[in-house]
């Protein structure tokens, strides 16, 4: 059964990608949200160079409009699902050093 927050980085992330699935990495393996205006998705496939790829998107989302735009800068891809788990713990950090103007 999905946590409420997985509901939430879900939806979100369905609205933003229209439902729509990544083309290299198409296997939903989670979902989740970094603060409560960014909802991430880890996903794998085949990769052209790789037996295994593994997708991290990233949605950012403004709650007074209820709009969702693509995150690329945070978004990316590893060979390795805990390289790309580290990367989704690693998140909150990376918006904490944005935030402090570093």
Not at 24 to 48: F, K, Q, R
Not at 66 to 90: H, K, L, P, V
Request: charged content about 30%.
């Amino acid at each position: 059964m999905m946590t409420r927050d997985e509901r939430k980085a879900m939806s979100l992330i369905n609205k933003e990608y229209k439902g729509g699935r990544n083309f290299m990495t198409p296997n939903v393996i989670a979902y989740g949200m970094v603060d409560d205006t960014h909802a991430w998705e880890l996903s794998w496939g085949t990769g052209i160079f790789s037996p295994k790829l593994f997708g991290v998107t990233v949605v950012n989302f403004d709650p007074e409009t209820n709009e969702t735009s693509r995150a690329y800068d945070m978004s990316t891809c590893f060979q390795d699902e805990q390289e790309a788990r580290e990367y989704i713990a690693g998140l909150a950090d990376g918006l904490t050093d944005e935030e402090d103007g570093e």
